[in-house]
């Protein structure tokens, strides 16, 4: 009797399952054919999501001394795309569908400045506003440093639409070497003449030295002019290979001029290309200064009178043209002469440049007559120095000539001529 009565239950619990079953197949069944009848009339929507990232900040000055002020300036972006939505209506054997994008922005609610050492003066903002996708908004604060030196870090706080935030640490250094990046500090200095004189060459050598505290390698030095009046006779490009802290180095140098080299300071243009211990290359440009300075040089290059044949007594000017053959200036020229004659014996020329001359003119009279040998004293000034050349000049004074002589003979020509003509007319016959 017990198992007879139980095979009923157990059919009826079979079929119970056995529906549950083709229930929830059923229900499956018409929940995907919703999803596709949805997407088939709604289309497909794509977006990115709105992200607000600090794409760059600064800090100006980049060093604040103790109790100091400085400008925090943060550049908050929105890094979201545009979003394309596909809807598909009307026919739908057709397929046509339209599309549709549009911006998602993101709404910046709070943004506040912890100070975590420093004191926040003003820029806490409230309701900031939308920033479109790709899009950035700067923020500026102003904080205060506080006494004592070291790295702090104020905390940016961003809130925005929706409960979402961002916390960002700006670093902020008040008065703190820990973090100066150490470099080499390449300086050049020169050993060569004080001046060079144009049309010479000048030998000399330009040290490199690193003062700064960590190496430098891979160094280019290029030597150039920067007026083409002078020119590198040596070599222009040197390479070396590494400069150590407190080394130094030496780079031969020649420099080359001609006498149109005009005096005064010409620069060498010294360009270093280099390499740090972090591998960043740098570049710096120093000028070496050149001076360029002729040496005059004074000679007498003619003398004359006016009038040309000089008697005893009669006044006369002696000019004496005194030529610079040099390649300086000659300054203040002045001549002086030692004649045993009345008259002007200090002449000034004034500048003489190279390859050209002045006169110096002296007024003299009541010359005895002789031949003299006449000392003569040319001062010249150049850069600050005197210069004294010392010559000699001839001059030759002709004795005065009788003042009845020529009208005596002028008589006696008259003479002479009226009796040849008298002879020749007693000559002819009488007709």
Known sequence: MTQLSACPVYLLSYRLKTETVHYRTVCILISFLIILAGIGLTGIVTASEPTIVISSYEVRPDVIMPGGSALITVQVSNTAKGASVTKTGGDQTTGQSVTET??????????SLFG????????????????????????????????????????????????????????????????????????ITKEIPDSVIPGENAEGTLILQNDGDTAASEIIVNISPASPEISVASKVITHISRLGPGEDVSIPLTISTSRKTPEGISLLVCTLRYSTAGGTILTQTEQV?????????LAIAAVTSDPVRI?????????????????????????????????????????????????????????????????????MEHEGTEYVMDDTLSLTIAPRGNPLLIPAVIILCLIGGGIVVYRRRQSEPTV
């Open 289 to 297: 200064p050149i001076k360029i300075s002729g040496k005059p040089d």
């Open 102 to 111: 549009r911006d998602i922005n993101v709404y910046l609610s709070d943004v």
């Open 116 to 187: 975590n050492g420093l004191r926040v003066e003003s820029g806490d903002y409230r309701r900031v506003g939308e920033v479109g996708p790709g899009q950035s908004v700067p923020l500026t604060f102003l904080v205060q440093a506080p006494h004592q030196s070291g790295i702090y870090f104020p905390e940016l706080h961003i809130a925005t639409e929706g409960g979402r935030s961002l916390k960002y640490p700006i670093p902020v250094n008040v008065n703190d070497d820990s973090l100066v990046q150490k470099n080499p500090a390449l300086q």
């Open 311 to 379: 008697s005893e007594g009669m006044p006369f000017s002696l000019i004496v043209r005194i030529e610079n053959t040099g390649t300086g200036d000659a300054n203040g020229v002045r001549a002086v002469i030692d004649a045993p004659v009345k008259g002007t014996k200090e002449a000034f020329v004034g500048k003489i440049e190279p390859d050209n001359d002045g006169p110096a003119v002296f007024y003299l009279q009541e010359a005895p007559a002789g031949d003299y040998q006449i000392p003569i004293m040319i001062r």
